[in-house]
């Protein structure tokens, strides 16, 4: 099935005389006939529900039509992205261990990485995603054990060279998790480029419409743990919470997801509420539709603001004077996302003024849904980092995230023209 089909009729098949429509099985708990069944439950042994911070049906169904439009054996829900990326990482690495990111990524989950999995004994470093395979090779140590980065990366808009950071994660024996919120799976599939892992905040244009928080992590099945059994010990070795189940001999390709959802879920909970991925369903349906239209809304925005004089610089790989844009034509042909970045003539202050003059575009903490929206990260998400931090992650401090959403391209426009006389 293509993606436009995979996201009206994947995940949940009702059978005869079953709802058309997803039900929300709105139950912590399933109910069995005796305590063995339930027992072998939790043994691994056999599979099905009798938690709902273990799996819940809605959760799994829409879990599935996720895994199924990545092109992976399975997935997850979680209770945002935050959580999503973080039970990547934490799935394989421990107190001792080390990963290499990508410096142009998300604020939070630059924040998680270099403040809080340090915390937590997991030291990470941060490359520069435009940095040759040799370079790249340098930040390697015995003991990494991923390297993570962002298809196109929010605000900054670097698209990543998928297959350079796969060739060099193989090369040292390490999954690469590639975070693919803003381009999705309508317009760029990791797996099929040699990622590993796939990791989503579905807040954003999978929802769609800022009505959930919510994450998902997708398991391509294709890295083979057992090659590095002395480096993903959780993986090929008995787990003492499960009666010594190993992952990669119970459960093969799928062993990674497996291991996420009995064992980090299990201890850790942040599960996503069925009413949420109910909802989140419901944004899957027109995923492709919207995608398309935020794409071409985009252009002829990116287009406006690239030839006003107003306007100091424009980051939209979909432009072809992009410094991405060849990358964008390799991995993402179809189009890339709806977000733009963009400096104004005037710093700081000529970007708060234009941002408070929009009338149709709003200021919010979000991204990537169907309304058009801004946000200044030097002042809001990037806030905690220092200017040589903003300088790295490629995110300047005269930064603005224009969202574009799905409205009329010539309204959004005309919005930011009367905008930009104002500042
Ligand atoms: C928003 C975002 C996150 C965090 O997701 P939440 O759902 O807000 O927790 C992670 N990665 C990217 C690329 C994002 O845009």
Not at 6 to 21: D, L, M, S, T
Not at 306 to 322: A, H
């Amino acid at each position: 099935m293509k993606p436009e089909t995979i996201c009206i009729q994947g995940g949940y098949q009702p059978k005869n005389g079953e709802p058309r429509i997803l039900p929300i099985v709105q139950s912590t708990t399933f109910k069995y006939d005796s305590s063995v069944e339930m027992g072998k439950l939790f043994d691994l042994e056999e599979a099905g529900y009798f938690y709902t911070r273990l799996q819940n049906p809605t959760n799994d169904w829409v879990a599935a039509k996720i895994a199924q439009l990545e092109g992976g054996v399975a997935a997850m829900l979680t209770s945002s992205g935050q959580a999503a990326n973080f039970y990547s990482l934490f799935n394989i690495c421990s107190a001792g261990d080390h990963i290499v990111a990508s410096a142009a990524i998300y604020g939070g989950t630059f924040n998680l990485l270099g403040v809080t999995m340090k915390k937590m004994g997991i030291d990470v470093t941060f490359v520069d995603p435009d940095d040759d395979a040799k370079t790249l090779d340098a930040a390697f140590r015995e003991n990494t054990r991923a390297m993570f980065a962002e298809t196109i990366s929010n605000p900054s808009m670097v698209v990543l060279d998928i297959e350079k950071f796969a060739s060099v994660a193989h090369r040292h024996g390490v999954p690469l998790i590639v975070d693919n919120t803003f381009a999705t799976p309508i317009h760029c599939r990791p797996f099929e480029f040699g990622a590993d892992i796939v990791t989503h905040s579905t807040t954003k244009y999978m929802d769609g419409h800022a009505a959930t928080v919510g994450g998902a992590i997708v398991d391509s099945g294709n890295f083979d743990w057992t090659r590095y059994p002395d480096k993903f010990p959780g993986l090929c070795t008995p787990d003492d919470s499960y009666h010594g189940v190993t992952y990669t001999e119970r459960f093969g390709k799928a062993a990674y997801i497996t291991k996420a959802t009995a064992q980090i879920m299990r201890d850790l909970g942040s599960i996503q509420s069925p009413q949420n991925a109910f909802l989140l369903n419901l944004g899957l349906e027109t995923l492709a539709l919207r995608m398309e239209k935020h794409c071409s809304n985009a252009m002829q925005v990116a287009a406006f603001l690239e030839k006003d004089p107003r306007v100091s610089w424009v980051s939209y790989p979909g432009l072809p004077g992009d410094k991405y844009h060849a990358l964008a034509e390799k991995y993402m042909p179809n189009g890339t996302c709806g977000v733009i970045s963009f400096g104004i003539k005037g710093g700081r202050e000529a970007a708060t003024r234009f941002m408070d003059s929009l009338k149709l575009a709003a200021i919010v903490t979000h991204v990537a849904d169907a309304r058009t929206c801004v946000l200044h990260p030097a002042s809001t998400t990037h806030r905690q980092l220092t200017d040589e931090q903003l300088q790295a992650c490629k995110t300047p401090a005269d930064l603005v995230r224009l969202s574009v959403g799905i409205e009329d391209a010539e309204d959004i426009i005309a919005d930011l023209d009367q905008a930009l006389a104002q500042a």
